[in-house]
């Protein structure tokens, strides 16, 4: 049976305008430059102003207030436009201002180093043997086999079986063997190896097998790689029949291997270059903040798209071509201008944040001391800022600021709440810092357990539960006691 009922509905939804800022404010400085490109390419209204001809009147709006959340809805087509919406004879050259965007370093280009990468290195030392070309195919298979690690993970059989498709190749098993074992003497050595048994095996045999600390290490390897890693030393000394002192050159002698013998090779290309997006400086024990120069482009509408809409401001509406046009022209020229806006947004808010948190932990950004950092919640600089959570965690989450001591993520300056005995609350990075030191000076040949750690937490103020060490322990990386022990 149909029924017609009638709801009302409260619902919050974001106007274009909004998700654009929303979308510019989690994007990091290196990244915004591409951002800005791409607008320009995609909208003709908008253009840089850097490459203009300043000595041009050009296009320049008001500032925004910090807080306008771009609440203006897009309005529909009407017959009649005013001109002076678009067309102001104002100086733009302001534009920017006050943002260090005069630092030479900001505009300098970094230099690329241009150098084979892991897999080409492999293919050069393959053309410098003389193969046959059925080898030479095996070979260029097995190299394009390697993962990123430089081990073979594919069993024989699958390259075996790629031969044969996709070069109509067939081989043997004992052939493809043959082949490896040629490239296993490629640079750097451990490459091509199944396991990282074999791995460390392969590297061992390039050393001096005269030496007996090289023996007994490929004993090690061999026969007792499981007894190593879990640092089971008093068997392997047993198995061995070595005594500490003999052991420990054995296990430096194996700790010297590289597990990943590929990575080495791609780690350069791995490495992510970090612009910071904010500066302090500390002039005499006041600290300055300045926002990097290139969050301030030089942004303008175009002018040539201010005087083609002009023109049609004054040219006939009826026509509806003419009318296609103008609605065409408005709508880049409103892009355009909401685009600059947002980028103004941006700057705004990216400073205010930044300011709140600078404030916030003062005595820290003095003096880079872990021990300085207060308890800081999304919560608090959103409060102070009177901005939503949201708005603080797009920024904490994708942009570094610069210190005399270091570049931090501005997430890591955030931290929860501990309550000491005397009931004076201070942040878990302090703890994480005493438990750091704790392991840094311990006997590596007795390390601290979770326990003892606890312990001394305890004997300095700190009420945590042992579990509650153990996780911070995990999150700095640092191993299980056991996993510390040295000889």
Same mark, same amino acid.
């Given at each position: 049976m149909l029924k017609q009922t009638l709801q009302q509905k409260l619902?919050?939804?974001?106007s274009p305008q909004q998700i654009q800022f929303i979308k510019l404010l989690q994007v990091p400085t290196v990244s915004l430059d591409a951002r800005i490109k791409e607008e320009l390419e995609e909208n003709p209204a908008l253009e840089d102003g850097s490459l203009a001809n300043m000595n041009e009147p050009v296009e320049e709006y008001p500032d925004k207030d910090p807080d306008d959340d771009f609440n203006a809805e897009e309005s529909n087509y009407e017959d009649e436009f005013s001109v002076d919406e678009y067309i102001q004879e104002d100086d733009y050259k302001d534009y920017g201002g006050g943002y260090d965007s005069d630092?030479?370093?900001? =505009?300098?280009?970094m230099p690329i180093a241009i150098q084979d990468s892991f897999f080409e290195n492999l293919q050069n030392q393959l053309d410098l043997l003389a193969l046959s070309n059925k080898d030479y195919l095996i070979g260029q298979q097995i190299i394009g086999s390697l993962d990123d690690d430089g081990y073979l993970r594919r069993p024989i059989p699958s390259l075996i079986d790629d031969l044969a498709f996709s070069?109509?190749?067939i081989v043997e098993e004992k052939d493809v063997e043959e082949m490896l074992r040629i490239i296993q003497e490629f640079d750097p050595a451990g490459i091509g190896a199944r396991s990282l048994q074999e791995c460390l095996a392969i590297q061992l045999r390039k050393k001096d097998q005269e030496n007996p600390v090289i023996q007994k290490a490929m004993q090690v390897v061999e026969n007792y790689l499981e007894e190593f890693t879990k640092k089971h030393y008093d068997k392997i000394e047993k198995q061995l029949g070595v005594n500490s002192e003999e052991l420990r050159d054995i296990v430096n002698e194996i700790l010297k291997l590289n597990p990943k013998p590929g990575d080495s090779g791609a780690a350069a290309g791995k490495q992510l270059h970090i612009i910071p997006d904010f500066h302090i400086s500390n002039n005499d024990g006041v600290l300055h903040l300045t926002l990097n120069g290139r969050n301030a482009p030089e942004l303008r509408v175009s002018r040539s798209y201010q005087e083609m809409f002009e023109h049609y401001e004054k040219a006939e509406k009826n026509d509806? =071509?003419?009318?296609?046009?103008?609605?065409f022209v408005k709508q880049k020229l409103d892009s355009a201008k909401w685009f600059i806006d947002a980028i103004k947004q941006r700057q705004q808010t990216l400073l205010k944040t930044m300011n709140a948190i600078m404030e916030y932990q003062y005595e820290y950004f003095l003096t880079g001391d872990d021990r300085m950092l207060k308890p800081m919640i999304l919560k608090d600089i959103a409060d102070r800022i009177e901005m939503d959570i949201s708005t603080v965690s797009r920024v904490a989450n994708s942009k570094y600021v610069q210190?005399?001591?270091?570049?931090f993520l501005l997430k890591s300056f955030f931290s929860e709440a501990i309550q000491t005995e005397s009931g004076e609350?201070?942040?878990n990075k302090e703890v994480k810092k005493i438990l750091e030191e704790c392991i840094a000076n311990e006997d590596k040949r007795k390390p601290l357990a979770d326990e003892k750690l606890t312990e001394i937490l305890k004997e300095k103020g700190y009420s945590i539960a042992r579990r509650t060490v153990a996780k911070y322990r995990e999150a700095m990386n640092?191993?299980?006691?056991?996993?510390? =022990?040295e000889l």
């Open positions: 619902l919050q939804k974001l630092d030479d370093d900001n =505009k300098k280009e070069q109509n190749v509806k =071509k003419m009318r296609e046009a103008v609605q210190t005399e001591f270091g570049t609350e201070v942040s640092i191993p299980v006691a056991r996993l510390r =022990k």
